[in-house]
Structure formats: C-alpha cells, structure tokens
C-alpha cells in the first residue's frame, strides 16, 4: 500500500491550500485516515483524523480553519486549510489504517508535503 500526498507549497498568511492523500495497492478497506505535521525541531503531532464512518477529529490549533473530508470511492484523504498561519509550517504527513484484507490490517504514512506559511 502506497499513501502519496500532494498539494503542499508555500502562501502567504491568511492563504489557503488543498491538501490530497491517494492511497493505492492492495486495499480490501481502508479505516481512519488521517493529517499529521511535523515542524523542525518539534514532534510529529495530530491535525485531523477521520473514521471509516465519518467522525471527525481536529487539534484544537486547527479547529475552525481546517476540515479534512475522504471520498471512499478513490480512496483519497483531503485536508482544506484556511487562515493559514506562520505557525503551521510544517510537514505535513497522511496516515491510514488499510486492510489488506479480512484479516489483516496496518498502519500507513505517505511521504510528506511541505506546507510554508509566509508572513
């Protein structure tokens, strides 16, 4: 299974950009997918997940700018960022929990896109 982000770049604050997360292989289902950044010298931390079913979690420092949403049928994770800050520079990383099949399920990360927020 392959995860491939796309969509990342830099703007300036108060800008906004589309994240994209393809996943492609041997995918029975996918579960919750999710955004997660890193910025240097800092740990890789939660910015939004969202279950097979639809529930929605966000960190509280991107709640009410950012809302990530999935199509099923393409097996794609998005993450739409607005207001964007300097403060969410970062790497930004899709993550999924894919079965391959019925039986057996794992943890996948794409490669990472670079979001720069200009001030």
């Known amino acids: 299974v392959q995860l491939v982000e796309s969509g990342g770049g830099l703007v300036q604050a108060g800008g906004s950009l589309r994240l994209s997360c393809v996943a492609s292989g041997s995918i029975f289902s996918i579960k919750a997918m999710g955004w997660y950044r890193q910025a240097p010298g800092k740990q890789r931390e939660l910015v939004a997940a969202i279950t097979g079913g639809g529930a929605i979690n966000y960190a509280d420092s991107v709640k009410g700018r950012f809302t990530i949403s999935r199509d099923n049928a393409k097996n794609t994770v998005y993450l739409q960022m607005n207001s964007l800050k300097p403060e969410d520079t970062a790497v930004y990383y899709c993550?999924?929990?894919?079965?391959?099949?019925?039986?057996?399920?794992?943890?996948?990360w794409g490669q990472g896109t670079q979001v720069t927020v200009s001030s």
């Open positions: 993550n999924a929990d894919v079965a391959s099949n019925i039986f057996v399920s794992d943890n996948y």
